[in-house]
């Protein structure tokens, strides 16, 4: 059964995206089968990984009001092992539409549970938000990864997360772990990045990734040609964080 990891921030542009599409490539790369759940009704992880879909194609979100089966929506990315369902603007309806729904916390884990078998880890690629799509994303889980951005006002929210992690443990996901904090764009240059490095690392010290993302241009003009990092730039400083990444992750299974 795969390892099912939530990549939430309720903050916008702090690099849960970029993570959710070069973590999961590297771990593909590595040889894990990986697959990426596009739970953004921005849907950037899709077309992050060069998934285009048209009018009719089917996306998580008609899995998520039970109009599609799960299997039925999976595509395959040109990353080895890697492969996504799908989101796009219409998940932006679901998070109306299933409040009035019975169980409505618990829709993505009953879709995820007939397909990770197939999987050695699930990314959900969360929105901007604290709102229903991420509380589904979170009991859905096994364990959430925190991107943090090494810039002015990163802790902020952070409490509201974690307060909001300890909620769903509390009631809807009694297993939910913290699989850690990542620090993104940092830039070595800044002063502003160690003292957030240094700051995160005085409260949550154990709960840090040792690998810390560089801010990388390559990174961010990757999505632009719908390829990872890996396919786009594999001897980047971004991609080389990510293989990193990748690694120590893989490192703590048991
Ligand atoms: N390490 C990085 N270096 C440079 N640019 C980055 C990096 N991580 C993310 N970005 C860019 O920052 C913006 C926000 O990142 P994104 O992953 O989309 O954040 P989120 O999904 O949290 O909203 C994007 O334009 C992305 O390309
Ligand atoms: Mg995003």
């Not at 596009?38 to 899709?46: H, L, S, V």
């Not at 890697?82 to 009035?100: K, R, Y």
Request: proline share 4%; with cysteine.
């Amino acid at each position: 059964m795969g390892k099912i990891i939530a990549i939430a921030n309720q903050k916008g542009g702090v690099g849960k995206t970029t993570t959710a599409i070069n973590l999961s490539s590297a771990l593909g790369f590595a040889g894990a089968k990986v697959l990426v759940v596009d739970m953004d009704p921005q849907g950037n992880a899709t077309s992050g990984l060069g998934v285009t879909l048209a009018d009719n194609d089917v996306s998580i979100y008609e899995v998520l009001i039970g109009r599609a089966d799960a299997k039925s929506t999976i595509r395959p990315t040109n990353v080895e092992n890697l492969d996504i369902i799908p989101g796009n603007i219409n998940l932006s309806a679901a998070e109306v539409e299933l409040v009035t729904e019975m169980s409505r916390e618990t829709k993505l884990k009953k879709v995820l549970r007939g397909v990770c078998d197939e999987y050695n880890f699930v990314m959900i690629d969360c929105p901007p938000s604290l709102g229903l799509l991420t509380v589904n994303s979170l009991t859905a889980a096994d364990s959430v990864l925190i991107p943090l951005q090494c810039e002015y006002y990163a802790m902020e929210g952070l409490g509201q997360l974690l307060n909001t992690i300890s909620l769903i443990k509390d009631s809807l996901n009694v297993d939910l772990q913290l699989e850690g904090i990542l620090l993104t764009m940092f830039d070595p240059r800044n002063n502003l990045s160690k003292e957030v490095q240094k700051q995160v690392e005085e409260y949550l010290a154990e709960s840090i990734f040792d690998t810390v993302i560089p801010r990388n241009v390559r990174l961010s003009e990757a999505p632009s040609f719908g390829q990872s990092i890996i396919e786009y730039d594999i001897k980047s400083k971004g991609a080389a964080s990510y293989i990193e990444l990748a690694k120590e992750m893989l490192a703590r299974l048991p």
